[in-house]
Structure formats: C-alpha cells, structure tokens
C-alpha cells in the first residue's frame, strides 16, 4: 500500500515572501551598482543584511539568484496602459526606453549588460529571456493595436518593426546628453513609419 502524495507532509519552513523580495531588491542593487563581475553571494547577503545561508536555502547559487532577481526588474517596463491612441502609446513606450541609464535601475543595469555582455553571454541569454523579451511583447500588442486602427501595414513583420525602433531608443539611451540624442521620438517613429505604414493605393482606375 502507497500513501497519496498529498498526504506526505511539507518539511520546513513557508518561505517568507517579504525576505525573498529583500534578497531580490539586494541583488538588483548589487547587478546595478557593481556590474557582474563583482556579483557575489556575499554581497547580495551583506545588502539584504541576511547570512549566506539564508541565500544558499533559497537558490542554487550566483547564476540562480541572478536570473530570479531580473523576474523583479520593473522600473524600465515601457508604459502599456489603455489611454490614447496606439500610436501616442507606442511613442510613450519609446521615450521610456530611451531615457538615461543613470535615471533607473533598469538603466544602470542595462549599462552593466551591455558593457559585459561579450563575457556573460549565458547572463545575456537570460538578460535577454527574463527582461527584454516580455517588453518586446508589450511593443508587439501596441503594434497589432496600430494594424486594427489602420496606422500600421497588416503585411509588416511587426518583430522586425520592433526591433527597428527600440534600436535606435537604446544608442538615444547610450548617447543622452550629446548632440545626437536632440532628434526625437516622433521623428524617429515618424521616420520608421514611412516604411511600415499604411499608404494611400492608386485607384484601378
């Protein structure tokens, strides 16, 4: 006789939301403020102003509490609320991404990112998968919002168009505070959607 699964007791503690979230926060500030290289468990623990055996009981290791704390990461989450037309939400979306690095957390972790990508490209996989590909699905949904509103070409490839205009929002990014970032967003867009726009057909007859 087998007993049911259900029966079999949890041993342990419950998990404690609040200190998972701590240690998370600890590690972003940590990625942000001192780059991957010098990511370490001790210093996620010393920031949380937990031991390192707290850290150890909840993750595998560096690679795991990384990976988990960029699920946190939010403060550089494009806008995606319902007001406006889709086309002053996609410009909206479009001046969050290029705003300083310097100004949010996202940014200077993005700065890290970028700058150590080429050593971590596991992290950057990860980077990509956790943080830049559920944004990219926030820009797809205004866009397909763009086609039922007629601005944007129902034929366009609507991940080529995304990816055409946050690249320019990140060099913008890179580059704030020098003579090139002085052209807008509505240009750039208004630039861009002379190729993925709809235009006017000529008449048959």
């Given amino acids: 006789m087998t007993a049911a699964r259900a029966e079999v007791p949890v041993r342990g503690r419950p998990r404690d939301a609040a200190l998972d979230r701590r240690i998370a926060e600890a590690a972003l500030d940590v990625l942000a403020d001192s780059g991957i290289a010098a990511f370490t468990i001790e210093a996620v623990a010393h920031r949380a102003g937990v031991g390192k055996a707290t850290i150890y009981r909840r ?6 509490v990384l990976a988990s704390a960029l699920d946190h990461l939010r403060d550089d989450t494009p806008a995606a609320n319902s007001e406006g037309s889709s086309r002053e939400r996609l410009e909206a979306a479009l001046d969050f991404i290029r705003s300083p690095m310097t100004s949010t957390r996202g940014g200077r972790v993005m700065a890290q990112v970028i700058s150590a990508g080429a050593q971590h490209p596991d992290f950057l996989a990860t980077f990509y998968d956790r943080v830049l590909a559920p944004r990219r699905q926030i820009l797809l949904g205004i ?8 601005w944007v070409d129902p034929d366009a490839d609507l991940d080529a168009v995304v990816t055409l205009l946050v690249g320019p929002m990140i060099f913008l990014k890179v580059w704030h505070g020098t003579p090139v970032a002085a052209i807008s967003t509505d240009q750039i867009l208004g630039l861009a959607l002379r190729g993925v726009g709809v235009t006017p057909r000529a008449s048959d007859s």
Avoid: C, M, T
Avoid at 143 to 150: C, F, H, I, N
């Fill in 143 to 150: 866009l397909r919002d763009g086609v039922s509103e007629g």
């Fill in 59 to 64: 993750y595998d290791g560096r690679d795991d």
